[in-house]
């Protein structure tokens, strides 16, 4: 048994996985998890922007070499059991023949509990393995390094610390097709307050499908993979419009046939153009708009990471 938050399933925590599953082979893996993050159960309003959704982190821990995902529900309940109850309550009745920790692994009320405190309520009933965090160069890979990288828009480095490009998804909306009028229709996803998204600006990526159909709302023949597209992206609040709810705006270049409405997609950022800008009128909007395309196709070919 492995246990953590997960967000993110970066390197770091497949190496859990992976130490897992060779410490005890031949035995099922089974991964207890947290939702919501318990940060924010214990400082409402507090918790960090999440990484990932839990349908994601269920099938990436999955594709990491789970067997079983639980997820934990994380209440202000739970929040107060000491290591001791937690134990008691959630580890016991699975009778886990080992559980495998990352070293800065805490548990139990105020974060009380450690790998020692774990390797001593384990004793003569299961073993405890506490995992050092790995390192992309002199830096941790973890969730949090991955959110600043985020926040400073260098999407780049993101990538390097999870290990693949950053990916956003969500269900297309309609917007004000201001984009279309401009001769730049993009499929416009929502930006949730809990969930972490690049610094507002333009960059280069892939947008994908993700529901079984194809450009046009057909279903695909099976065996088929789900289609990808390259895209100019743009993150922020339209501010020469004045607007004020961010978004992830894709502009799919060379096409302009998708049936994307209502439908669900993921957007992996590859690389920054450049930052967010007011214009004052349309004309520089859209000469600027199409160097941001001619940028996104040099990026793309330099650096694809699909």
């Known amino acids: 048994m492995v246990i953590g938050n997960f967000d993110g399933v970066h390197p770091g925590h497949q190496q ?3 130490a897992a599953r060779q410490e005890e082979p031949g035995v099922p893996l089974v991964v207890l998890t947290f939702w919501p993050h318990p940060a924010s159960v214990v400082r409402p309003g507090g918790g960090p922007k999440l990484l990932t959704n839990l349908e994601d982190r269920v099938a990436l821990l999955r594709a990491a070499g789970a067997d079983e995902v639980r997820v934990i529900d994380f209440t202000r309940e739970l929040s107060q059991q000491t290591p001791a109850e937690f134990v008691e309550s959630h580890l016991v009745p699975l009778a886990p023949r080992r559980v495998v920790v990352g ?4 548990f139990g ?3 009380s509990g450690d790998v ?3 390797t001593e309520l384990g004793e003569g009933r299961f073993a405890v393995t506490g995992l050092p965090l790995v390192h992309v160069g002199d830096e941790e890979t973890c969730s949090s390094g991955v959110r600043a990288a985020l926040e ?15 990916r956003f998804r969500g269900v297309v909306r309609h917007g004000d097709k201001r984009g279309r009028e401009l001769g730049f229709p993009t ?4 930006v949730p307050n809990e969930f972490a998204s690049p610094a507002d600006g333009v960059y280069a990526g892939w947008v994908t499908r993700l529901d079984g159909l194809d450009a046009h709302g057909d279903p695909l023949p099976e065996g088929h993979q789900a289609p990808t597209w390259p895209a100019a992206i743009s993150v922020g609040s339209n501010p020469t419009f004045d607007g004020h709810d ?4 894709s502009f799919v270049l060379d ?3 998708l049936e994307l409405y209502d439908a669900p997609i993921a957007v992996d950022f590859c690389s920054r153009i450049r930052g967010q800008v007011r214009f004052d009128g349309i004309e520089a909007l859209i000469a600027q708009m199409d160097a941001d395309v001619a940028a996104t196709r040099v990026a793309l070919a330099e650096h694809p990471c699909a």
């Open 116 to 118: 020692d405190t774990l």
């Open 16 to 18: 859990v996985l992976a």
């Open 187 to 190: 499929a416009n996803l929502p």
């Open 103 to 106: 070293e800065n692994f805490r």
């Open 109 to 111: 009320h105020k974060a």
């Open 152 to 166: 400073a828009g260098d999407v780049r480095h993101a990538a390097e610390l999870l290990g693949r490009p950053f």
């Open 255 to 257: 096409r302009d046939d």
């Open 246 to 249: 961010r978004r992830v705006e």
